[in-house]
């Protein structure tokens, strides 16, 4: 293509885990908090309730398929939607490979940026398994031809870093990739499920920002002219890496949903922005779990020396302030780079990671105190699915996409006698493919990374 051109998404699709945990289901578990301290066991007629009020959270969906089985369905969705097939399928994702094989929780590239102390800089880890495409298809679509720092990483089968290298590159980096290979990737895996023989496959991982990051990849090979047809994927099944002792399992949730882009004229997905804050990576993280944790103190082993399954740990109270003070702040950036005006924009989708840090991002970015102004805003702009889907980290702002675009998800509100966000029944949001309007999409994940894009429908 000799021509400039853009890209723009032309069909969505999504699948949640088959079965809904409602909060009753922790009824009489004893589940406790950070390193095993702080014993907490719900009790009957108060569960829902107390999980309610720290999470925002009434029920998750939970599932037995593997991560593959629900991006297979997801893409299976697209393509009929789309009644194309993509070139290219690239799948986000912090899930399991295997017993032995984590994706990593932070991402190397992340552990690397540290090195940096220059938070404008974007890193991510991908996986490339077959050669289909390569790390430097990648690191062109970012360069235009021009080179910049990249961390090449392995893995060894035990799932820890093999090597980290920096190349002899320019220093303080604008891209930090580290690049995983040996082993069948996620995307591979659904490309073999839904039979796409031809697609070329690629693994990105970010934390809950990996979809966003993908969708940033997909739009600059679109823009390279390397494919016409790209698929971008957003799966995890976190029960996986739920620690079934800790009281953060109330929030995990096993969900997928995507999108397929096209070249388009004009700019659909407008502009993307990435921060890192590697040097805060260990708030968000792959550890022994709780019960682990104790047992292995009370024989007078190392919790280090723990050989066995790793679960997601999260410092909640540090990622609450770190949420609540970037988000607004970053979309508010993002909004700019776009040239556009809050005022412009018809939704946001953030990643739901709780209603506590939902809620109070969205009364920071438009700067509103007053109950009935936040009710409205939270009605008109803000697509709300963690009540019900709970957090599936990088699947939840595809599934919500996907989810408003077919007129599935209904509308929320704040009720100020209940101090809680409601749903309005039978009242979806009116957006559509097509109509021009502007979105936004903003996650806070693993690294810690914070991305979004402005795109137009």
Same mark, same amino acid.
């Given at each position: 293509?000799?021509?400039?051109?853009?890209?723009? *998404?032309?069909?969505?699709?999504?699948?949640?885990?088959?079965?809904?945990?409602? /909060?009753?289901?922790?009824?009489?578990?004893?589940?406790?908090?950070?390193?095993?301290?702080?014993?907490?066991?719900?009790?009957?007629?108060?569960?829902?309730?107390?999980?309610?009020?720290?999470?925002?959270?009434?029920?998750?969906?939970?599932?037995?398929? !593997?991560?593959?089985?629900?991006?297979?369905?997801?893409?299976?969705?697209?393509?009929?939607? @789309?009644?194309?097939?993509?070139?290219?399928? *690239?799948?986000?994702?912090?899930?399991?490979?295997?017993?032995?094989?984590?994706?990593?929780?932070?991402?190397?590239?992340? *552990? #690397?940026?540290?090195?940096? /102390?220059?938070?404008?800089?974007?890193?991510?880890?991908?996986?490339?398994?077959? $050669?289909?495409?390569?790390?430097?298809?990648?690191?062109? @679509?970012?360069?235009?031809?021009?080179?910049?720092?990249?961390?090449?990483?392995?893995?060894?089968?035990?799932?820890?870093?093999?090597?980290?290298?920096?190349? +002899?590159?320019?220093?303080?980096?604008?891209?930090?990739?580290?690049?995983?290979?040996?082993?069948?990737?996620?995307?591979? !895996?659904?490309?073999?499920?839904?039979?796409?023989?031809? @697609?070329?496959?690629?693994?990105?991982? #970010?934390?809950?920002?990996?979809?966003?990051?993908?969708?940033?990849?997909? %739009?600059?090979?679109?823009?390279?002219?390397?494919?016409?047809?790209?698929?971008?994927?957003?799966?995890?099944?976190?029960?996986?890496?739920?620690?079934?002792?800790?009281?953060?399992?109330?929030?995990?949730?096993?969900?997928?949903? $995507?999108?397929?882009?096209?070249?388009?004229?004009?700019?659909?997905?407008?502009?993307?922005?990435?921060?890192?804050? $590697?040097?805060? $990576?260990?708030?968000?993280?792959? %550890?022994?779990?709780?019960?682990?944790?104790?047992?292995?103190?009370?024989?007078?082993?190392?919790?280090?020396?723990?050989?066995?399954?790793?679960?997601?740990?999260?410092?909640?109270?540090?990622?609450?302030?770190?949420?609540?003070?970037?988000? +607004?702040?970053?979309?508010?950036?993002?909004?700019?780079?776009?040239?556009?005006?809050?005022?412009?924009?018809?939704?946001?989708?953030?990643?739901?990671? /709780?209603?506590?840090?939902?809620?109070?991002?969205?009364?920071?970015?438009?700067?509103?105190?007053?109950?009935?102004?936040?009710?409205?805003?939270?009605?008109?702009?803000?697509?709300?699915?963690? %009540?019900?889907?709970?957090?599936?980290?990088?699947?939840? *702002?595809?599934?919500?996409? %996907?989810?408003?675009?077919?007129?599935?998800?209904?509308? !929320?509100?704040?009720?100020?006698?209940?101090?809680?966000?409601?749903?309005?029944?039978?009242?979806?949001?009116?957006?559509?493919?097509?109509?021009?309007?502007?979105?936004?999409?903003?996650?806070?994940? #693993?690294?810690?990374?914070?991305?979004? /894009?402005?795109?137009?429908?």
């Amino acid at each position: 293509m000799g021509a400039k051109h853009y890209s723009t *998404i032309v069909a969505t699709g999504s699948c949640a885990g088959e079965k809904i945990i409602h /909060n009753s289901y922790f009824v009489g578990k004893e589940l406790y908090r950070e390193n095993g301290s702080g014993k907490l066991e719900l009790k009957s007629g108060k569960t829902a309730e107390e999980i309610y009020s720290v999470t925002g959270i009434g029920e998750r969906r939970w599932t037995d398929r !593997r991560p593959a089985d629900l991006g297979a369905e997801t893409l299976r969705q697209i393509i009929e939607a @789309a009644k194309k097939k993509p070139e290219l399928l *690239i799948v986000a994702h912090n899930s399991k490979f295997s017993e032995t094989l984590y994706s990593p929780i932070p991402a190397h590239s992340a *552990i #690397a940026q540290k090195k940096t /102390n220059k938070p404008n800089t974007i890193a991510f880890d991908i996986v490339t398994d077959d $050669g289909s495409i390569q790390l430097e298809d990648i690191v062109r @679509a970012y360069s235009a031809g021009k080179f910049c720092s990249i961390y090449a990483a392995g893995i060894e089968d035990d799932g820890g870093p093999r090597h980290v290298e920096c190349r +002899p590159y320019p220093e303080n980096p604008d891209i930090i990739i580290a690049e995983h290979s040996g082993f069948d990737s996620m995307a591979k !895996r659904i490309k073999k499920q839904v039979g796409l023989r031809k @697609a070329d496959t690629l693994d990105v991982t #970010a934390g809950c920002s990996g979809f966003t990051v993908a969708l940033d990849v997909a %739009d600059r090979l679109i823009k390279q002219g390397k494919y016409k047809r790209i698929a971008v994927i957003g799966v995890d099944v976190l029960t996986d890496i739920r620690d079934e002792h800790h009281l953060d399992s109330t929030l995990f949730s096993d969900n997928a949903g $995507g999108v397929l882009i096209e070249p388009s004229k004009e700019p659909g997905i407008k502009c993307s922005r990435f921060e890192t804050y $590697g040097s805060l $990576g260990h708030y968000l993280r792959l %550890d022994i779990g709780v019960q682990e944790r104790l047992d292995a103190e009370k024989r007078g082993t190392a919790p280090s020396e723990k050989k066995g399954p790793f679960y997601l740990r999260m410092n909640g109270n540090e990622i609450f302030k770190f949420a609540v003070k970037q988000l +607004p702040r970053f979309v508010n950036k993002l909004i700019g780079d776009a040239g556009i005006e809050l005022s412009d924009v018809a939704a946001i989708f953030f990643h739901q990671m /709780n209603g506590r840090i939902l809620r109070s991002s969205v009364a920071r970015l438009y700067s509103t105190q007053n109950d009935e102004e936040f009710s409205r805003v939270i009605e008109e702009k803000i697509p709300w699915s963690v %009540d019900e889907y709970g957090n599936s980290s990088v699947a939840t *702002i595809p599934l919500a996409l %996907d989810l408003v675009l077919k007129g599935k998800l209904d509308r !929320r509100c704040y009720d100020a006698r209940t101090d809680r966000i409601v749903k309005k029944t039978n009242e979806p949001f009116e957006l559509k493919l097509g109509s021009g309007k502007y979105i936004v999409t903003a996650a806070v994940g #693993a690294g810690l990374v914070i991305g979004g /894009n402005v795109i137009k429908l």
